[in-house]
């Protein structure tokens, strides 16, 4: 029923990660979008600064991916995928691998980035299990890292608030890398930071305090993209390929946000040059149009699960809707309309003005430390005394009632617009944002 105000009735849905209560007494309701553009409920243009929430790389309501899925929807709502399957699941996989860096060719479909980690993290136990090495449980995240939040991905993630509640039940084999975060050596870096490739080390101490034959996988985001934009400081992806490497450790990448052209290549993998074991994705795999998330896997990682029992199922694992023909189709469109339109290298190209528009910031008020990759920008803001967040949540609300879609974490502003961003609207929104920050100074 709606209510007095022409909204409907707030009180039903509990929403995920949001204040409940602040965000009803003054609602934000988007109606409709469009390529570069959301339309609020009240008839105003907002431009998407954060591409939904990192994950509508292509733009909105692309034409291509909603006929695909229109189509699919009509022909065959569902099959199953278990013991059964349908053709678009194996051409979406193909195409999925096709991205992928050399060597990272098996894909297990999920439908979120929580599940796809879950399943890498299950896939790297699967897989020292099958070898003889059952004794290998022990999973390393890193501080502040984000892995959604199913029981895994918050065991190996480092964000304190998203752990706490649930510290009892957290899983028991679990330590965290340093985080790379350090304004006093790397405020207003451009691009990979020059200092803390030797956090990396952090991970010899780790394994010998443990034993290297405890241990399954390290997960690291190659960017960390939730906590608020920490980039990998220059060599420190080489560093944990390295010790990783060397101890028969799997190395996990979480491409969640990084997948699909955010930093101007398919993978983060590829752009930086490091290739790790599995890589797991979702966002923009599929524009965001139908959940959907994937795992890559390097193929003898998968082989020695697939062919390492005598016969019946090798994987006590997967979910009624992966691979799911909505998915697979608009998995299929997206990627197509990524390649026809030559998207990654677009963002490629934008970044040197889009980092330039970025640190144009760098002399408002409060502004204590710009950072950023490909089309991915952190602003960081002095907390308030005694208020942190604070600031960077009113400039968020001001930034919106300004038409501007930007996310923050803490006291962090970050940007990911679509990468089919125009770069007049990179001026736009980053002057947006450094208006918004004179204002509440
Ligand atoms: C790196 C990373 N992993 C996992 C997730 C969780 O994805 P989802 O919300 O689709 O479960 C996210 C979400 O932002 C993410 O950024």
Redesign the pocket.
């Known amino acids: 029923m709606n209510a007095p105000n022409g909204l409907p009735d707030l009180s039903h849905l509990w929403m995920p990660f949001t204040a409940n209560r602040q965000f009803k007494s003054q609602p934000r309701l988007l109606a409709s979008a469009k390529g570069m553009y959301y339309t609020s409920v009240d008839g105003r243009q907002i431009l998407d600064g954060t591409s939904g929430?990192?994950?509508v790389n292509a733009g909105h309501c692309r034409d291509e991916i909603v006929q695909a899925i229109t189509r699919q929807a009509a022909e065959m709502d569902y099959a199953p995928g278990f013991q059964l399957g349908h053709p678009l699941a194996f051409e979406a996989a193909s195409a999925v691998a096709g991205l992928m860096p050399q060597g990272l060719d098996r894909i297990f479909f999920t439908?979120?980035?929580?599940?796809?980690?879950d399943t890498a993290l299950k896939i790297a136990l699967a897989y020292h299990r099958a070898r003889g090495e059952g004794q290998r449980t022990r999973l390393i995240g890193r501080e502040r890292?984000?892995?959604?939040?199913?029981f895994g991905?918050i065991s190996v993630?480092g964000i304190s608030p998203n752990r706490k509640t649930f510290s009892g039940a957290l899983l028991p084999a679990v330590d965290h890398l340093p985080h790379t975060h350090n304004l006093e050596k790397n405020a207003f870096s451009k691009g990979q930071p020059a200092w803390g490739e030797q956090l990396a080390d952090e991970l010899e101490r780790i394994v010998a305090l443990h034993d290297p034959s405890t241990i399954a996988a390290v997960i690291v985001?190659p960017m960390?993209?939730?906590t608020g934009v920490l980039i990998p400081p220059k060599g420190y992806l080489e560093r944990l390929r390295a010790i990783t490497a060397k101890y028969g450790i799997l190395l996990i990448f979480?491409?969640?946000?990084?997948g699909y052209g955010r930093l101007g290549a398919a993978t983060a993998s590829e752009f930086l040059g490091v290739t790790p074991d599995l890589i797991?994705m979702?966002?923009g795999i599929s524009n965001a149009a139908v959940?959907a998330?994937a795992v890559a896997v390097k193929r003898d990682v998968h082989d020695a699960i697939v062919n390492g029992v005598q016969g019946g199922i090798e994987f006590f694992h997967g979910y009624t809707y992966s691979a799911h023909p909505l998915a697979a189709a608009a998995i299929l469109a997206t990627l197509d309309l990524y390649k026809r339109e030559n998207l990654f290298t677009r963002a490629r190209e934008l970044a040197p003005a889009f980092e330039a528009a970025a640190h144009s910031l760098k002399a408002v008020p409060n502004v204590i430390d710009i950072r950023n990759i490909g089309l991915v920008a952190g602003i960081e803001l002095a907390p308030r005394e005694g208020a942190p967040g604070a600031r960077a949540a009113e400039a968020f609300q001001k930034c919106f009632d300004n038409g501007l879609m930007v996310r923050y974490t803490g006291d962090t502003i970050a940007v990911s617009p679509p990468l089919i961003i125009e770069e007049a609207q990179i001026t736009e929104l980053f002057q947006k944002i450094g208006n918004v920050l004179k204002e509440i100074a």
């Open positions: 929430l990192w994950c439908n979120s980035g929580s599940e796809s980690v890292g984000y892995h959604g939040v199913g991905g993630g985001e960390a993209g939730s979480d491409e969640v946000i990084t797991s979702a966002k959940p998330g």
